[in-house]
């Protein structure tokens, strides 16, 4: 671990520190907008995971980025969380990365060289597991150490993978389990067990690559990645997008096993509140649910799963690529139904 703790010169951590939901649409307000330039595939009307612009006929650029506080002390590790969740914007969107540039923010008067060096290697270190330089980027002295990626990908036209093309019928399936958000609460109170951190990084480290795979598969019809608005927001965001309601049955939701007693014993992330708070009236949940079981749903997930709205013809299929590609946990969560834009829990 670092000799100073990182987590302690930040006020949040991870995807966790994003701003709550519903005060981010209210900040945006007309910028989500559709812009009036014809080769832009996605900009930020549905806010979707990263903007797309189409260069030809073969070939459209995919742009992100995505940066945070740490939510680990160790100095390689948040470097490579921060990368990890970066890149899966890229894959979220149907792409396969092709270079990336650093994002550094760090007060230089807390950490020490070597420490800002190990987290720009971690970072480093994902980046070639991708296949990627990181080709450059830009550092700042800041109050709170602040560390990630602008990654660009490249996808062809007809492959992109929005969060708005859902059809009723649809199966949605996860590719990671649920609980990042406990676990990282659960390490600040030093109550986290060293199997609760170890399967908190293999899961934050496991890159979502299995998304350009499903790039070519016209059945999987839209897709996006479960981060700090935890998975209802953002399947919410799939809903409003298309236009269509969804039910998610939570006993077929996958769920790290290390966060479960946690979230049963109430530590849980603070992000949790806010996001409920931000969207809990386009909710409905079935009254046997127990609070804890709510939480973990809005649990804000840091470089989490992929979440696709798929054929139901095509759902063992896709559940094959996730499984091929190292997603033991992927499964079929619940439906997308016609009807106003609100989720069901049973």
């Known amino acids: 671990m670092s000799e100073v703790k990182l987590t302690r010169l930040s006020h949040g951590g991870g995807c966790g520190c994003k701003i709550a939901p519903a005060l981010l649409r209210e900040i ?49 590790d948040f470097g490579r969380i921060a990368a990890t969740n970066a890149l899966s914007d890229v894959y979220a969107m149907g792409g396969t990365p ?34 990627i330089p990181i080709a450059g980027g830009h550092s700042i002295d800041a109050p709170e150490p602040i560390y990630g990626l602008v990654a660009l990908g490249i996808v062809h036209p007809d492959h992109v993978k929005k969060n708005d093309a859902a059809r009723a019928g649809d199966v949605l399936i996860l590719g990671k389990g649920l609980g990042i958000g406990v676990l990282a609460a659960a ?23 299995v998304g350009g795979e499903l790039a070519a598969m016209p059945d999987v019809h839209a897709l996006t990645d479960v981060t700090g608005f935890g998975l209802l927001g953002h399947l919410l ?14 006993d077929r939701v996958p769920t790290l096993s290390e966060a479960l007693p946690l979230v ?31 939480q973990l749903l809005a649990d804000p997930q840091t470089s989490g799963g992929l979440l696709a709205a798929v054929a139901p013809e095509a759902a063992d299929e896709v559940l094959a690529r996730f499984r091929d590609t190292g997603f033991a946990q992927a499964a079929v969560i619940g439906t997308v139904e016609q009807g106003a834009a609100r989720v069901s829990v049973i």
Not at 242 to 247: K, M, V
């Open 264 to 294: 049963q014993q109430g530590i849980v992330a603070g992000a949790i509140a806010r996001n409920l708070a931000s969207y809990g009236h386009e909710l409905d949940f079935a009254p046997e649910l127990a609070n804890w079981q709510r």
């Open 237 to 250: 965001e799939i809903c409003r997008g298309s236009n269509l309601g969804a039910a998610v049955h939570f």
């Open 98 to 131: 092709i270079m990336a540039l650093a994002i550094v923010g760090m007060p230089i008067d807390k950490l020490p060289p070597d420490t800002i060096r190990r987290i720009l290697q971690g970072g480093e270190a994902v980046c070639r597991d991708a296949g």
């Open 187 to 209: 390490m600040k109170k030093e109550l986290l067990s060293d199997a609760g951190y170890a399967q908190m990084i293999a899961t934050t480290t496991q890159l979502n690559r």
């Open 28 to 76: 945006l307000g007309e910028a989500r907008q559709k812009l009036p330039f014809p080769d832009l595939m996605v900009g930020t009307e549905t806010s979707d995971d990263a903007a797309v612009y189409r260069l030809n006929g073969e070939q459209a650029i995919i742009a992100t980025t995505d940066f945070f506080m740490p939510i680990v002390d160790d100095a390689f």
